[in-house]
Nanobody, 124 residues
Framework: QVQLVESGGGLVQSGGSLRLSCTAS????????IGWFRQAPGKQREGVSC????????FYVDSVKGRSTVSKDDDDRTVYFQMNNLNSEDTGVYYC?????????????????WGQGTQVTVNT
């Protein structure tokens, strides 16, 4: 069964850090793009970061750029999303999804195999 599983969320103080994990089962990342998405309460899901498994190219939206790092494990099954200097606007459920290219990060309908999400809550 093909699926993605997110983990690593939690409650953190403003200014703190978290590392989220996205683990693939039933397939290897291969040439897929793995995107990280965030859904804040009452808001739509939005893409925040992505990595192309084929060449390692990474992408970040402005709100997380400079304080986040997306990376891929050598086992070709796990992608990490390290976030630093967290603030209240980072609160939400974080999901990972797969698509053909990170260029599709702005369109959630182009992504599939969503996991169940992991909750990140930043205390101010």
């Amino acid at each position: 069964q093909v699926q993605l599983v997110e983990s690593g969320g939690g409650l953190v103080q403003s200014g703190g850090s978290l590392r989220l994990s996205c683990t693939a089962s039933g397939f290897t990342l291969g040439h897929h793009a793995i995107g990280w998405f965030r859904q804040a309460p009452g808001k739509q899901r939005e893409g925040v970061s992505c990595i192309n498994s084929s060449d390692g190219d990474t992408f970040y939206v402005d709100s997380v750029k400079g304080r986040s790092t997306v990376s891929k494990d050598d086992d070709d099954r796990t992608v990490y999303f390290q976030m630093n200097n967290l603030n209240s606007e980072d609160t939400g459920v974080y999901y990972c999804g797969t698509s053909l290219s990170c260029l599709r990060l702005g369109d959630v309908t182009e992504w599939s195999f969503w996991g169940q999400g992991t909750q990140v809550t930043v205390n101010t």
